[in-house]
């Protein structure tokens, strides 16, 4: 279990949210709540565009986006300010590959028109699950050679 967790990270022991961090990825079938996956369908502007950016950010393990993956939570754009807000979550919290795909989410979300900072929060509620993967994600998963 990590033990150097960020306070600011929701999720985190005592912020009075219900997850808890675990320590390995539990490939387990799961339900996902219902409005996820998100995949930036319907988005417009600029966050139409950062989404965009976002289908070009692949996994490090393997090459599946992280939005097929289900990672990205919600996106938000101030077009007034150019502040992009992504919050995502990771496939477990302890993922040695954090810091990169959360730089790596940072500066394509920056790449998008209109988009002059990009602010990155992880969540760990809801809970990644399999369930979150997209359809388009289960089949490069498949090509990968994992099956889902």
């Known amino acids: 279990m990590p033990t150097s967790m960020p306070t600011d990270t929701p999720g985190a022991p005592g912020d009075g949210t219900d997850s808890e961090a675990c320590a390995y990825t539990a490939y387990e079938d799961g339900e996902a709540p219902e409005e996820y996956p998100k995949t930036g369908a319907g988005a417009t502007g600029a966050e139409a565009d950062v989404w965009a950016a976002l289908y070009e950010v692949e996994d490090p393990e393997m090459p599946v986006s992280v939005v097929d993956l289900g990672l990205i939570y919600d996106v938000s754009v101030d077009e007034d300010s150019g502040l992009c807000e992504v919050e995502m979550t990771l496939t477990y919290t302890g993922c040695p590959a954090r810091d990169m795909i959360l730089n790596d989410v940072r500066c394509a979300a920056e790449t998008a028109p209109g988009v002059d900072r990009a602010d990155v929060r992880?969540?760990?509620?809801?809970?990644?699950?399999?369930?979150?993967?997209?359809d388009a994600g289960r089949e490069a998963l498949r090509e990968f050679g994992l099956s889902v």
Do not use: D, K, Q, S
């Not at 992880?122 to 997209?134: D, F, I, S």
């Open 122 to 134: 992880l969540r760990y509620t809801p809970g990644w699950t399999v369930a979150m993967v997209t």
